[in-house]
């Protein structure tokens, strides 16, 4: 069974967006359903993984099938086949095989899951080995990793999925720097100040370096989907032009729009990219993705948001998980669309007016 944890913090991270401060979580945040904390992607999986561990094999396996079925995000590559791939484990040690085979059959031909080693190997489906649908599973997977060591985006794949981590590794050290600014004082906290500003010249270097390499990847191939450079690469493409510059972000603003339409980017990636150009354009944004913090006072505010009190039905349409729920888990922040409209998207617009 794969680990919850790394699957939930690269996928929040990849949507933090940010350009030194964090801004938004993701790979999406889609696969939130619209009933609360309890029905989320992560929680489920997270709450699968404390019962695998207990050796709750069958409520283990029921709430990974629960969240590989949430609606919102489509294609293949992505985390909901994690999710299949834990049922489908628990399922076999739960003494279901029919249920496993189920799920392996999802993984292997919709998701083209293609680490044979690693599913040969793994004893939580040691129950299933004598049964005749192991070795067409395996065939499955076997075919999977020849056809992607064969696929024309190999190459391009490796490079991005290396682009991928650096542009995550800079964010992550940049969060953690920031978190403990607000823990310490004195010259402890001037000393973290300098580091965390020599780190952000670092991955603002890095960032034109990642972009030199997206643009020519995107004037030749044109935007990779999951299924061409995996679920990394692609989102790698969407990453490096969503921490570039207003005019690059304009540019490319088209394309990203033709393939979220193909199925080749998740909606809710567009759906960022849309907010933060609005931002930059001095226009609101419509989707609440970007929290803004006053550098003053260190409170934070949802940016400028249009038509407040309807985002949770604009977020639900592109798969991104409620502002209360969004806010909440990631910026202890509560939501009140009555309230922002009334009360702080006033005080906001006072307070960044003292700042231009």
Avoid at 152 to 171: C, I, N
Avoid at 179 to 188: E, I, R, S, V
């Amino acid at each position: 069974m794969k680990a919850a944890g790394n699957t939930i913090i690269l996928k929040c991270f990849s949507q933090m967006l940010a350009g030194f401060l964090i801004l938004h979580c993701m790979n999406s945040t889609a696969g939130y359903s619209q009933t609360g904390n309890q029905d989320t992607y992560d929680a489920l999986a997270q709450k699968a993984y404390e019962y695998y561990n207990a050796k709750a094999y069958r409520q283990s396996a029921e709430l990974n099938t629960r969240a590989y079925q949430l609606p919102g995000e489509k294609g293949t590559g992505n985390h909901r086949y994690d999710a299949a791939y834990n049922a489908a484990c628990a399922w076999a040690l739960a003494g279901e095989a029919d249920s496993a085979f189920v799920l392996l059959q999802e993984i292997t031909v919709r998701g083209k899951y293609n680490d044979y080693k690693s599913i040969t190997s793994d004893a939580d489906f040691a129950s299933l080995h004598k049964d005749s649908r192991w070795a067409t599973i395996c065939n499955a997977v076997k075919k999977n990793q020849a056809d992607k060591e064969n696929n024309t985006h190999a190459g391009v794949a490796a490079e991005l999925d290396t682009l991928y981590l650096k542009d995550q590794q800079y964010r992550f050290s940049l969060m953690s720097l920031q978190q403990q600014m607000q823990a310490a004082t004195g010259d402890a906290k001037d000393k973290i100040k300098q580091q965390f500003t020599a780190l952000a010249m670092q991955m603002k270097e890095q960032d034109s370096i990642n972009l030199r390499v997206v643009e020519g990847i995107l004037n030749r191939y044109g935007w990779l989907g999951a299924d061409e450079v995996g679920e990394n690469g692609s989102q790698a493409l969407f990453l490096v032009i969503q921490h570039a510059d207003l005019a690059t972000q304009q540019r490319y603003l088209p394309m990203i729009k033709q393939a979220a339409e193909n199925g080749k980017t998740k909606a809710a990636n567009l759906a960022l990219l849309e907010d933060r150009i609005a931002l930059r354009e001095k226009r609101k944004q419509v989707y609440g993705s970007q929290v803004w913090t006053d550098p003053a006072t260190g409170k934070k505010y949802v940016d400028m948001l249009a038509n407040p009190e309807n985002v949770d039905q604009r977020r639900q349409q592109v798969g991104l998980p409620p502002m209360s729920v969004y806010l909440g888990q990631f910026f202890q922040m509560q939501w009140d669309a009555h309230e922002y409209a009334t009360k702080i998207l006033p005080e906001l617009e006072k307070i960044k007016g003292q700042y231009k």
